[in-house]
């Protein structure tokens, strides 16, 4: 399935990474470990879930190298993104 990649780097526990869209998608947010599992069509965890309002915020569990993968459902050409990690306040 095609997917659209962002790299986030070194992020620190409880910061909030927001996810917008202009088209639905599903957001996996995962560590480097889950993220090249993934990438190899094995078993891996992630944090998210198929969304559909834009933005979206998930909260860093633990400190890692985190990689935001979003699965586009035949839509590669249309869905455009923005991602952007923010302070534990910002959480709505």
Do not use: C
Not at 25 to 34: H, L, P, R, Y
């Amino acid at each position: 399935m095609p997917y659209q990649l962002s790299e986030l780097g070194h992020v620190d526990q409880g910061k909030v990474v927001e996810i917008s869209l202009n088209y639905a998608a599903s957001i996996k947010v995962m560590d480097t470990t889950n993220y090249y599992s993934f990438k190899k069509g094995g078993k891996y965890k992630y944090i998210g879930e198929y969304v559909d309002k834009s933005p979206y915020q998930i909260t860093i569990p633990y400190p890692a190298r985190w990689y935001v993968v979003l699965e586009l459902d035949g839509l590669a050409a249309k869905v455009a993104s923005s991602v952007k990690i923010l302070p534990s306040s910002a959480l709505k």
